[in-house]
């Protein structure tokens, strides 16, 4: 996007926010990349000998003589976002200024100035420019605002939802997708009513809540069922096939329904902040997904989402398709997106909403969530007519939409019929949605892109060598965002990416980029909170920018960015677009475990007792029957001769599991067997006064660059397996031999002191 460009788009967002930016007012509030007084000119010219001036200084009015706020977007002369953000505070510093809003070309980053910290409005992060009224509300980084609604912040609307489920369970709905389309239908009911005169559905009386929320009994399930739904099916889905957008409620307890109907009458939804409702969603999607894989699928954290549109910048005109849409997050975020910016742009007249609604979004999805997605497509605009119940692998499209978002389902079975639609013909299901991503992009168009995530079998698996030779050969795929491992927590620690795809029509790139992101804005954990603050998606899409301006053919330099020549790529065996067969440096402090360690195979010859390595045991290897019990000889070999032998001090893993941790060291002088599928290691000789096996093993299982590298050398398409070879590419902090002994005793001190808690609650005794 070009520098004047940024500057119109930025106007137009001072401007929705009540700002008055041009030139000629006399209240003129808004000044670009210059302050409003010679004085405040020389201040920056002399204290930060600066050639620039802020891109833009906001100010309260002419009696004000301080601005209240800076706003500053990444340059090229920046490394990076921390640069942009370090020269706009000290521009805000300098001036006086209070706030700091970082922009990076889709969204904000905003700083209260006094303490550095992200500005946050009822605990949320502000990703957008505020009004000058709600501006002057802030005495910290932190503001609560109340609404009239009962309903005022994420956790009220969390326990309602909560309270809602527990009354659904209670009344004999399952669990999963059951439970949960129950749900989105009773939810729904209310939010359309809420929406109805805002957004002009025109709904009739008699279909809106306010008319049955007071029936009791039998009743409000019989006019809900065979009134309210027969009504809204005919207003928004009459063209359907099926049985219509929505179906009769499971519910069969009138007195269960009428206490859920009484909380969700507690909702405004008018009175409650979009984010707040967004969030809230999000937060019931992910209770269901934690007991119940059949939603799982269904689920991208909801920045991914943003992500994934801020990569492919979604606009009107566009043609967008999300093939396995799931409950519709992809479209939803692109549809609010264009409508957003036609509003801010003032061109959202009839015949261009209509456009937008009827010609702008297509999605398909195989199992019944299609009916949720186009809900959500309704609250959000009404763009949900061209989303479609299907098996999108056996309804192939051919060169139609120019933007493709999707989240493939991971690792499908497929059928012969199915990938014989595509070429290659490949029987992988993660490569016939790739497939049939790329045949639905048109191909005449020099603009058309995707982006899509999928696991990381698809870098690497030799199944699909024929797809990766395909996509690096015609210079469609440009380039792969390398995500944690653990970003689908807490349903998945699958190491997934994100490939960008541009149009056929291009000339090749040389080279196809590699991005690693290490911060994702949120912690690595089963719980994911939110980290404030700059992150690696940020960064990107900064610099994806550049990336833009050259049609990705210069080679940029920035941190966590590497470039992978396509004819590497097509020259090795495997055609592999793992970065680390081709980018594998020595890191700076770190060695290499090749230099320390080698692979020990002694058959159990001594019938040594069997041990289990697992993640749930601090040193990792227990004997099987101390942690399975007395049937532990059931589910492991009677006869362990063909195992291996782990002596003291040896290391063995878990190759299948070892992306989650399953490492093990024997600390016992009596020698165990372990399977002859977990390779096991020892010191190589003259390594023992140098190394400690602890401190090695400790690396592996709390280092979190070496625990990210075993997640990105795991491959495979149905178990991510850490084969011996790549185990021993990985590298661990060198440090002196004295160090290791304290880190070590520091943690067995630790670990004496866990047990004997542990003893004493066991043998706890309140009688």
């Known amino acids: 996007m070009l520098e004047r460009e940024v500057e119109n788009v930025i106007e137009q967002h001072l401007r929705k926010n009540k700002w008055i930016v041009d030139v000629g007012f006399k209240n003129r509030q808004v000044y670009r990349q210059s302050p409003r007084t010679e004085e405040e000119r ?4 002399k204290d930060l000998d600066s050639r620039r001036f802020p891109d833009f200084i906001l100010y309260e009015s002419n009696k004000v003589q301080k601005p209240i706020a800076i706003i500053e977007t990444k340059r090229s002369e920046h490394k990076n976002l921390e640069d942009a953000k370090e ?113 002009n559905y025109n709904i009739k009386d008699e279909f809106l809540w306010d008319t049955y929320k007071t029936y009791e009994g039998n009743a409000l399930i019989n006019y809900i069922n065979n009134t309210v739904i027969d009504g809204l099916n005919k207003k928004f889905d009459s063209s359907e096939e099926d049985n219509g957008l929505f179906t009769p409620l499971h519910i069969k307890d009138p007195i269960k329904l009428k206490e859920i109907v009484d909380k969700l009458d507690t909702l405004n939804f008018k009175k409650i902040d979009t984010d707040i409702k967004g969030d809230a969603f999000e937060y019931f999607i992910q209770k269901y997904n934690q007991t119940n894989n059949d939603l799982g699928e269904y689920f991208t954290p909801r920045h991914i989402v943003r992500f994934l549109n801020d990569i492919v910048k979604p606009t009107y005109g566009d043609k967008i398709y999300d093939p396995f849409c799931g409950t519709g997050g992809m479209l939803i975020v692109a549809f609010e997106r264009i409508l957003n910016e036609l509003e801010e742009r003032g061109k959202l007249d009839e ?24 809900m959500n497509m309704i609250l959000s605009g009404d763009g949900h007519s061209n989303i479609m119940q299907h098996d999108s ?51 005449n168009n020099p603009y058309s892109r995707a982006a899509i995530i999928v696991p990381d079998a698809v870098l690497n698996d030799k199944s699909m060598k024929d797809l990766r030779k395909n996509i690096v050969s015609s210079g469609q795929l440009l380039g792969i965002v390398s995500l944690p491992s653990k970003v689908f927590l807490p349903y ?60 990705y053919n210069k080679k940029l330099n920035y941190d966590n960015l590497f470039y992978i020549s396509r004819k590497d790529i097509l020259d090795e065996k495997n055609k592999s677009l793992l970065l680390t067969q081709y980018h594998d440096e020595q890191i700076t402090g770190y060695i290499r475990l090749s230099d320390i360690l080698e692979q020990v195979k002694e058959k159990n010859t001594e019938h040594f007792e069997t041990a289990s390595i697992t993640n749930a045991e601090f040193w990792g290897m227990p004997l099987g029957e101390e942690l399975w019990g007395e049937n532990f000889i059931s589910v492991t070999s009677e006869n362990n001769i063909n195992y291996n032998v782990v002596r003291e001090k040896y290391i063995s893993f878990n190759p299948s599991r ?12 009596t020698p165990v067997a372990v399977s002859n599928a977990y390779p096991t290691f020892r010191l190589k000789q003259g390594m023992e006064s140098r190394y400690l096996m602890e401190y090695i093993y400790l690396q592996l299982t709390h280092n979190s660059r070496v625990i990210e590298d075993i997640a990105e050398r795991s491959y495979g398409t149905i178990r991510q397996a850490l084969n011996a070879t790549e185990f021993l590419k990985l590298q661990i902090k060198d440090i002196s031999f004295d160090e290791q002994q304290k880190i070590v005793n520091t943690v067995e001190k630790k670990h004496s002191q866990v047990l004997q808690i542990q003893k004493e609650l066991n043998n706890l005794n309140l009688e």
């Open 492 to 551: 998945t620690e699958a190491k997934t990416s994100i490939l960008i795809f541009g149009s056929k029509t291009n000339i090749p790139t040389e080279n196809i980029f590699v991005y690693k992101v290490k911060n994702d804005g949120y912690t690595l954990t089963t719980r994911r909170r939110k980290i404030s603050g700059i992150n690696d998606l940020d960064n990107f899409i900064s610099i994806h920018e550049e990336m833009l301006e050259t049609n």
């Open 87 to 199: 020269q706009g505070m000290k521009y805000a510093k300098k001036l006086g200024a209070k706030f700091l809003f970082l922009y990076n070309f889709n969204r904000y980053l905003s700083y209260y100035v006094p303490n550095e910290k992200s500005l946050l409005i009822d605990n949320v992060e502000v990703n957008n420019i505020l009004p000058l009224s709600i501006l002057k509300k802030f005495t910290s980084n932190e503001l609560k605002i109340s609404g009239t609604a009962e309903i005022r912040s994420k956790s009220d609307l969390i326990n309602l939802f909560r309270v809602a489920n527990n009354k659904l369970r209670e009344a004999g709905v399952n669990a999963g997708v059951t439970r949960f389309s129950e749900f989105s239908n009773l939810l729904f009911l209310k939010l359309v009513s809420d929406l109805n005169e805002e957004r």
């Open 351 to 374: 015949d261009t909403l209509t456009n937008l609604r009827e010609q702008t979004i297509w999605g398909g999805e195989i199992s019944d969530t299609a009916r949720i997605a186009k």
């Open 393 to 443: 692998f056996m309804n192939p499209v051919s060169d139609k939409y120019n933007i493709v978002i999707s989240n493939i389902p991971f690792n499908m079975e497929v059928t012969n019929e199915q990938s014989s639609l595509y070429e290659p013909d490949i029987k992988k299901g993660n490569a016939v949605a790739i497939l049939h991503i790329l045949k639905a992009l048109k191909n």
């Open 658 to 669: 070892a992306n989650v941790g399953s490492f093990g060291i024997n600390m016992s002088n």
């Open 42 to 45: 020389n201040k920056l010219l």
